[in-house]
């Protein structure tokens, strides 16, 4: 079956397409996707190749090891599905396997579109081991680190358990890595759609300290008055 998924992944490829997604997912030397191999096909179709299929653990396990970006993305697809279909336990176990994935999740996107519906969504049925979440802000691994604010958005969109995204961001102010940055000022963007006024009261303990990008992208949805303000340091 793998070995089909991959030709029909293959039939689709496109060369001039996947030039375009390594300067764009930066996987020149040094990059943060260094190495990263695209068959250059868009998020849409590998969908639907995908949902042609229905892989095992072991089989989602073989696309995860694969230098190929698209067989990450059409395993993680598969993952998901099978997360929404399973039982508690089962759940449980599908949680446990992303984690112990995660090094392998290698990109922005891959971790974006995977990480609230697996690791957001596993936390909010079984809050007691939010923990893991600060755990993984503290990894040394960029992927992890993502996915330890990205996995908030399910928290976020719930409007659950605000004051955990509010903790994540602090746990990251002073990453290193612009993906981190982004990532969280997208992440208080969002509660801030919510809760305004608290995404102001983090901003006013933390904003002097923030990484500029990350601020940005926290107040984006502010009045043009107010984010001059606020990046001035001029706040009340």
């Known amino acids: 079956m793998l070995n089909k998924l ?15 997604f390594q300067k764009f997912f930066k996987t020149g030397a040094g990059e943060y996707g260094e190495g990263d191999i695209f068959l250059g096909i868009k998020v ?6 995908i949902s042609n299929y ?5 089989q989602i396990q073989n696309l995860l090891n694969s230098k190929i970006h698209e067989h990450r993305l059409a395993a993680l ?5 099978k997360y929404k279909e399973g039982n508690k336990i089962e759940r449980g176990g599908i949680f446990n396997f ?15 579109i995977s990480a609230p519906q697996i690791v957001g969504d596993y936390l909010l049925e079984n809050p007691g081991i939010k923990n893991i979440l600060k755990k993984l802000a503290k990894s040394k691994n960029i992927w992890e680190r993502r996915i330890s604010i990205i996995s908030t958005f399910a ?13 994540i961001s602090a746990e ?12 969280v000022g997208w992440m208080l963007r969002e509660l801030g759609k919510r809760d305004r006024e608290s995404l102001k009261c983090f901003l006013r303990m933390n904003c002097k300290k923030m990484p500029r990008t990350m601020l940005r ?11 001059k303000k606020w990046l001035k340091g001029e706040f009340n």
């Open 6 to 20: 991959k030709k029909d992944l293959e039939k689709v490829a496109d060369s001039k397409q996947a030039k375009i």
């Open 44 to 49: 849409p179709v590998t969908r639907q190749i």
């Open 54 to 58: 229905e892989l095992d653990l072991e």
């Open 77 to 81: 697809v598969s993952l998901i599905k």
């Open 98 to 112: 992303y984690l112990a994935n995660a090094k392998r999740i290698n990109n922005w996107d891959l971790v974006d």
């Open 155 to 167: 928290f976020i969109r719930k409007e659950k358990f605000s004051e955990d995204v509010l903790s």
């Open 172 to 183: 990251l102010l002073g990453d290193s890595e612009d993906l981190i940055h982004k990532a």
């Open 217 to 227: 992208y926290a107040i984006e949805k502010f009045e043009a008055e107010e984010r």
